[in-house]
């Protein structure tokens, strides 16, 4: 491993954490501090660094349609459509009733009740008939991990060239390295769902050793197209610069 990672203590977390845009949001502050008092599944909710590169990304491309999958007290999803071009919308799915109403309570304190649509019911179910009128530029999926390839397989060509799809919990706590907990289904599943995304040539991925794990994949534009390239004159250029 190059020695430029460093360990990351407390002190050094909790400085990053500081020196963000977000960084003295008090809706979010609120929303995590009731998310956490919910006691041992409080730990299920995004982290703030993660929520905040989230909006960082959902705004860099422009999105207007969105999907996140996995809604649980609407931290993502709020990240998410604050950063919705007018007239956009989140589509969240999720299964618990519980958690879910303390997010729309949230969205309705932040104003955004209009734009995100809850989905409520097994994702397993609703994602595979979810026909967005126009193509998708943002997927955010942190729901059951043993479906994130059909997720994954539906979502992904309903993503427009340039949009984002990405995945949190890919590390799984480094479990798919560990010789005792790889062979665990839940794990040869996220290991069999990362060599996937890695070998895909529809998109272009990195998987970040942030929390858990998250992966980001852009969405390439099909082949032939302006944008597409674009992009590989710019890899050739690459490839003649180094020689
Ligand atoms: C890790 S939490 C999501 C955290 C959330 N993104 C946040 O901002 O804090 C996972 C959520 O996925 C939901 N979930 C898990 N399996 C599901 C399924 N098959 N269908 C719908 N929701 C599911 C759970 O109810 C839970 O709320």
Known sequence: ????????????????????????????????????A???VGRLAVTPLQASLISLLAGLIGTKWAVEVGTFTGISSIAIARMLS???KVFSFDQ????TSMAR?????AGLQDRIDLRLGDARRQVPFFRPRELLDFVYVDADKESYAAYYDHLCPQ?????????????????????????KPINRAMDAFNRKLATDS??????????????????????????????????????RIGG
């Open 1 to 36: 491993m190059p020695d430029k990672h460093i360990e990351l203590t407390e002190e050094v977390y909790n400085y990053a954490l500081a020196q963000r845009s977000d960084a003295n949001d008090p809706l979010l502050a609120s929303l995590y501090a009731d998310t956490l």
């Open 38 to 40: 919910l006691g041992e």
């Open 86 to 88: 007018p007239g956009g």
């Open 96 to 99: 618990d009733f519980k958690y």
């Open 105 to 109: 309570r949230y969205w309705i304190k």
């Open 159 to 183: 993503v427009r060239g340039g949009g984002m799809l990405v995945f949190d919990n890919t590390l799984r706590g480094g479990e798919m390295v560990d010789p005792n907990l790889r062979n």
């Open 202 to 239: 529809r998109v272009q991925v990195v998987l970040l050793p942030i929390a858990d794990g998250m992966t980001i994949c852009r969405r390439m534009p099909p082949p032939g197209s302006e944008l597409r390239r674009s992009i590989d004159t710019r890899q050739l250029d690459r490839v």
